[in-house]
Nanobody, 121 residues
Framework: QVQLVESGGGSVQAGGSLRLSCTAS????????MGWYRQNPGKQRELVAT???????NYADSVKGRFTISRDNAKNTVYLQMNNLTPEDTAVYYC???????????????WGKGTLVTVSS
């Protein structure tokens, strides 16, 4: 069984920074793309940033220049460095990873349980 465990959420004032981490564990043959999404009550989950196993990254326009996604393939871990946070960044942040449990499997999407980020003005 594969698990994604997030950490690093919390409360911060506008202009502050937070760093989220997410580690995949369990029976893992390979990890393809990893990423972060966020969601507020009553709204759809939206993409924040993704990064491929080769290090190619993609960002939502709203976070470009403020957030940086990175990963440590040896640790099956993805990070999200969030700088210059605004109240509009307040949300539950979810980790996502496309994982092959065995060599015979194609990639399967897994989600973490989410970590709350609250930015006050």
């Amino acid at each position: 069984q594969v698990q994604l465990v997030e950490s690093g959420g919390g409360s911060v004032q506008a202009g502050g920074s937070l760093r989220l981490s997410c580690t995949a564990s369990g029976i893992i043959f390979g990890v393809n793309a990893m990423g972060w999404y966020r969601q507020n009550p009553g709204k759809q989950r939206e993409l924040v940033a993704t990064v491929t196993s080769g290090g190619y990254s993609n960002y939502a326009d709203s976070v470009k220049g403020r957030f940086t996604i990175s990963r440590d393939n040896a640790k099956n871990t993805v990070y999200l460095q969030m700088n210059n946070l605004t109240p509009e960044d307040t949300a539950v942040y979810y980790c996502n990873a496309n994982i092959q449990p065995t060599a015979r499997n194609t990639g399967i999407p897994y989600w973490g349980k989410g970590t709350l980020v609250t930015v006050s003005s």
